[in-house]
């Protein structure tokens, strides 16, 4: 898997928006990029993934620059709910089914 | 649905006895994963099965260590003999693989100590 990386921690107002950013510039061709969340104490959960184009969902937007060597997770309006450990994945689209998590970003929701 | 069922929650038991984890995926899903985190390690997978199968379990730490999946509902994780440096959170996790992509649900986890 193309390695990511990711700010270590960040800060949000509640109620604004929170931008995540992810470095992936290794990816190639047929890898998508995953996000998955972890509330403390829980299991990590599946956020939304992409391969070229920006997604939304009801959860957040997921923006992939032109070149998909970076990536940005936007949560539109912050909870206090979503502070939790933000990892952000590339993985190959066919055969491997593996997640290899890395380090994540510890997004705290500030009231 | 009620996800993925994983038991126990919690579960201590002192070095050298056997220790067997169990977790039911969801209904439907062909894939199932198992992951454990720890402080040191972070989140890593040990194996996962694919139709019940064993694909790759090149993350099983050694060979006390054995994952079985008799079948489509149900899998376990054992250890024999189990040490201190085995205490973590375990993860089991399931897939519906559907096209190029699938995406992973978790369970709660089963949290072990090792005395």
């Known amino acids: 898997d193309a390695k990511t990386t990711q700010p270590t921690s960040m800060d949000c107002a509640e109620g604004r928006a929170a931008n995540l950013p992810c470095n992936h510039s290794?990816?190639?061709?047929?890898?998508?990029v995953y996000w998955y969340r972890q509330i403390h104490s829980q299991g990590p959960q599946y956020i939304i993934h992409g391969l070229k184009n920006n997604e939304t969902n009801e959860m957040a937007s997921l923006i992939i620059t032109e070149d998909r060597k970076s990536s940005t997770l936007i949560l539109p309006h912050a909870t206090l709910r979503d502070t939790a450990v933000y990892y952000c994945i590339v993985r190959e689209s066919f055969g491997n089914e593996k997640l290899t998590f890395g380090t994540g970003t510890r997004l705290t929701i500030i009231p | 649905d009620a996800g993925v069922i994983q038991s126990p929650r919690h579960e201590v038991t002192e070095m050298g006895q056997e220790v067997t984890l169990r977790c039911k995926p969801i209904?439907?899903?062909?894939?199932l994963f198992w992951y454990r985190q720890t402080m040191m390690r972070g989140l890593e997978l040990l194996i996962y099965f694919n139709n019940n199968v064993p694909i790759d379990d090149s993350g099983m730490p050694e060979d006390r260590f054995s994952a079985k999946m008799p079948n489509a509902s149900f899998s376990t994780l054992k250890i024999q003999p189990s040490e201190p440096r085995d205490s973590a959170v375990y993860f089991c996790a399931s897939s519906l693989r559907q096209g190029s992509t699938d995406t992973q649900y978790f369970g709660p986890g089963t949290r072990l100590t090792v005395l």
């Open positions: 290794t990816i190639s061709g047929n890898e998508y």
């Open positions: 209904s439907g899903h062909n894939s």
